[in-house]
């Protein structure tokens, strides 16, 4: 088949990658010159007028919102194939596509880009363009497209199919990339995206060995595996030696797309940036802290999975593990890839241990029943389609954690998440001490401070403030940070990790052996209730906070917050 592919000029140098982290950080100097390098930006995708905004939010006196400088960005990476496996899926279409177009469509891919969507699912070219442009076209994840952008933007896409236990499909991704060389003029870099169950893992990663396409020698190759990576410690340990046949640690990505959040990296440049927080983040002042990850949704239609997986393995293991490195670990000697993931590492290894005969004491398991949510009857779990009648499958787990070092000695952290709760919210609340001397009448709340993750993504701070009046009588105040004070829209946490896997810069994706110790941790965890019969499941309704046992987990002097 000839494709008509428009030869694009020389690729532009890439800056060199100083990590997401420090994406933001601009100094005086350059935001003072607006310094953005437009030479770096592609000539192809229509001009950007704006972003989404919200009106006013941020802006000065002159009507100028002082943040824009500070929000561009000037990276981009060298021409690249982008290669989507399993790009019909949910993912693909929901969050993948309209991640890189919203990336392309802000400049940063360049003209010497495109996407190879491989899939199971006999496409023609036209076929797959026009999936795309519909995928596009109802997606909420990006900006409204600029006229005549998605026209341009499906020049960009190609669709290759084929059984990926064989050789043919990556024989045609191979020659993909040799197309994309005589286009780009330049070298043959290419991300392959592994969006596909997790037994697909193996074959594909296995298939591009195969065929040379993970040999660097014309240019750079990196694979981007989504989770859940493994199954319980053993398994990921196989696929990790699977997978290292084939590519160099420096070339996996194994994403957990809650890295890309913004309140996430946030969460870093709150208690680094600033001299009022790092020195009250330690057992001195810190009583403890509570990460929560609640789901309003049932099953939607992922029993075949969720059955094999529950919660831990869905949840826990990965997004909440990864929450609570981040919120524990010790100051990087440096915002780069190797320096932050030494430190998350640091932290998972000093966890107490869970053996089996303790797991009773530090966590919670639950399944949900029949229950109403906003206003609505839902069903319980086991009456979801293609759930067993008797399913065990826990939907809810409360988990409490302790760290054997000197920062944290003491000091429990609680981790919740669970389906059919009352509403859907991501959150790290680091809860302070009281007051050692409590002078004022009616006792005093512990001050928290709040990083709200999803859906409004933010920063609070609970305090106790006089109450206006004759009296002194103490209530609490919250002052609160919310990201429309910059007055843009949040970018997809695909696009930023996509962007930063095609810069090499692998700061945001967990390392090999921060999830072979997150799975030991939780491992203590899965043996247990394999080995148990579960409690009188279920033990919570839809539409509640879980079960009480939860509850009486983490009190008598505390208690989770009510989101």
């Known amino acids: 088949m000839t494709r008509g592919r428009k030869k694009t000029g020389a690729p532009e140098a890439a800056e060199p990658t100083t990590g997401s982290v420090r994406r933001a950080v601009r100094t005086k100097e350059a935001v003072r010159n607006d310094d953005l390098d437009q030479s770096q930006l592609s000539a192809a995708p229509p001009a950007r007028k704006s972003r989404k905004r919200t009106p006013g939010a941020g802006a000065g006196a002159d009507g100028q919102n002082p943040f824009r400088a500070l929000m561009r960005r000037s990276r981009a990476p060298e021409p690249a194939t982008l290669v989507i496996f399993g790009v019909t899926g949910d993912l693909a279409r929901r969050k993948l596509l309209p991640a890189v177009f919203g990336l392309w469509q802000d400049g940063l891919l360049g003209s010497a880009f495109n996407i190879v969507g491989v899939g199971r699912q006999e496409m023609t070219d036209e076929a797959f363009k026009d999936f795309a442009v519909e995928a596009l076209k109802s997606s909420k994840e990006t900006d409204a497209p600029q006229p005549g952008a998605l026209e341009k933007f499906r020049e960009l896409l190609y669709y290759e199919f084929g059984d990926f236990g064989g050789d043919e499909v990556y024989d045609l991704v191979g020659r993909e990339l040799d197309r994309a060389e005589e286009a780009h003029g330049g070298r043959k870099n290419a991300l392959f995206y592994l969006s596909t169950p997790p037994s697909l893992f193996e074959p594909i990663s296995n298939g591009l060995g195969r065929l040379g396409l993970a040999d660097q020698s014309e240019g750079w190759r990196r694979i981007v595996i989504e989770k859940p990576f493994g199954r319980d410690l053993q398994s990921a340990r196989e696929l990790n030696d699977t997978i290292h046949r084939v590519w160099d640690e420096s070339q996996v990505y194994r994403i957990d797309h809650y890295l890309g959040k913004e309140t996430v990296q946030n969460l870093m440049a709150i208690r680094f940036g600033n001299s009022i927080f790092e020195p009250l983040w330690n057992r001195g002042y810190v009583d403890h802290v509570q990460i929560t990850a609640a789901e309003d949704l049932g099953l939607e239609g992922r029993a075949g999975y969720y059955e094999e997986a529950g919660v831990v393995r869905d ?87 302790e760290i054997d070092n000197w920062r944290w000695q003491g000091v429990p952290f609680y981790l919740r998440t669970g389906k059919r709760l009352p509403k859907k919210v991501t959150e790290i609340a680091v809860v302070f001490k009281r007051p050692p001397l409590g002078i004022f009448p009616g006792g005093l709340e512990r001050n928290v401070l709040a990083f709200r993750i999803q859906p409004d993504e933010g920063v609070s701070l609970k305090f106790s403030s006089k109450s206006p009046g004759q009296e002194m009588v103490l209530r609490e105040v919250v002052m609160d940070f919310r990201y429309d004070a910059f007055g843009a829209q949040l970018e997809s946490p695909y696009s930023r990790l996509l962007l930063d896997a095609m810069l090499g810069d692998a700061t945001l994706f967990p390392r090999e052996d921060e999830v072979d110790h997150a799975w030991q941790i939780v491992s203590g965890i899965l043996e247990a209730w394999d080995g148990t019969a579960a409690p009188e499941f279920p033990n919570y309704p839809a539409g509640t906070w879980g079960p009480d046992a939860a509850d009486e987990q983490i009190g008598p002097d505390r208690r989770w917050r009510r989101l």
């Open 315 to 401: 949840m826990l293991q990965n997004h909440l593990m990864q929450l609570f490195a981040l919120t524990a670990m010790e100051p990087p000697a440096a915002f780069d890839a190797d320096a932050i993931r030494d430190e998350k590492v640091k932290v998972l290894r000093a966890v107490k241990p869970i053996p089996r005969g303790r797991v009773g004491k530090v966590a919670v398991r639950g399944q949900y029943g029949p229950g109403t949510l906003y206003g609505e009857e839902v069903p319980g779990y086991r009456e979801e389609p293609n759930v067993k009648p008797g399913s065990t499958t826990p939907t809810y787990v409360a988990a409490k954690l």
